[in-house]
């Protein structure tokens, strides 16, 4: 039996696992931290005494980032149903809704929900608060005009140039919130080519099970249930090895196996490896590969892989004894950021989503995004407390807890080239920062690691 060792157990690598043991591989799960999950999983922090704990629970659940996932995410919402998750039970769907606390933007109208995605999309539009005739014209003629172009751009386009002419309006309220939910990136910085597929992908797929492609899928548990949990536990049914606090310090070719070296453990022999960690611990092993035929592309894959450049998220979470009035009727608004507004573009409503599973306590629990974020920890928290006393109303928030994760994404600009799967014969790279037709999101992550193991059943691996 073909012995595969995956490095890294985040989405990609669990993805990748999954696949490797549908396969008939034997599989070995190498993870460096002591948590499932990677950049999407759960944190467990002491409840804070400032904040009501009827029912006297000593930790609460939250997440190292709030994340998004949508109907076209048909490989991420499949790998939770073949690892035993029902997804519908845990995803709050939300048709094409990007509302403002004021009212303004777009929200799908209850009496067009069940249409297909573009028929709803329009609707969204001809109902949108806040937007003149001449906006929604703009953009109907905008979207008319990329069907048209079926969805291309040239390389070098970023989205600034592929919207420009568009209402002002319509940019900040709509294109701007988009594309850095999307991107992760700025639109005078992003890929106009890849924003274009994912708005393809949402308005033109089929979508996944009960949902359209267009929906949002809100997590209504913390994102250690929401995949890592559960595919730890199928991959351990079906024989595979796991194994945290495994950090791989190289690799070595030794005739047609590779030879993982691993610190305070002895060293595993393997006919292929993925590397499902992130980018710059992956160059680092492939730049240690000796593997002398290889040697020159083992150097230039590690070069790309450097030569990415990352985007921070940080997620800031803070409780309130009430709940706003511009969330009482939707688990998420989008925000103004930008100078002077505060640097979160969405806020979400933990506690009527359920997603903190402690539970039992009084108010509600608010998790402020702040994609592309600048600035050290203590600035962006002030920012964020400001941002929800003017936006939202809220006189008194109660921090909770801030992650800021400072290699959340790469920064998907225009004409980025992005590390390929195939490393070298039997060397595999996964992970959302690999070749493909996503940005950095969890249905990039699973599709990288799905295409890895794919790649090293072919005769060319």
Known sequence: ??????????????????????????????????????????????????VPNPQGHADWSLDNGQHILIGAYRATLGLMERVGLAPER????????????????????????????????????????????????????????WQRQRFTAPAQATVADLCDGLPATVIDTLIDPLCVAALNTPLTQASALVFLRVLHDALHSPGHGPWQAADLLLPTRDLGQLLPDAAVHWLTQQGATLATGQRVVSLQRIGPRWQVERHGA?????????????????????????????????????QTARSLRHEAIATVYLHTPHRPKALATTPMLTLCSGAGAGPAQFVFDRTALG???????????????????????????????????????????????????????????????????????GLAAAGDYVAGPYPATLEGAVLNGQAAVDWLNTPAA
């Open 1 to 50: 039996m073909r012995h595969t060792v995956v490095v890294g157990g985040g989405w990609a690598g669990l993805a990748a696992a999954v696949q490797a043991c549908g396969a008939g591989h034997a599989v070995t799960v190498l993870e460096a931290s002591p948590h499932w999950g990677g950049r999407a999983r759960r944190v467990v922090r002491p409840w804070p005494a400032d």
């Open 355 to 425: 997603a903190n599973d402690a539970g039992g306590t009084e108010g509600c629990l608010l998790a402020f995004v702040a994609s592309a974020s600048q600035g050290d920890r203590i600035d962006v928290q002030a920012a964020v407390a400001q941002q929800a006393r003017t936006a939202l109303g809220i006189e008194a928030p109660t921090w909770m807890h801030t992650v800021i994760e400072k290699r959340a994404t790469f920064a998907c600009t225009p004409g980025l080239t992005r590390p390929p799967t195939a490393i070298a014969p």
């Open 90 to 145: 845990l995803l709050h769907a939300l048709p094409l809704t990007l509302p403002f606390p004021d009212g303004r933007g777009l929200v799908t109208p209850g009496w067009a929900r069940h249409w297909p995605a573009r028929w709803r999309v329009l609707a969204a539009i001809a109902t949108a608060r806040g937007w003149r005739a001449t906006d929604k014209l703009a953009l109907l003629t905008t979207l008319a005009r």
């Open 266 to 302: 002895a060293p595993l022999q393997a006919d292929a490896v993925v590397l499902a960690c992130p980018a710059p611990e992956a160059a680092r092993l492939a730049e240690s590969a000796a593997d002398p035929d290889s040697a020159p592309a083992l150097r230039h894959w590690s």
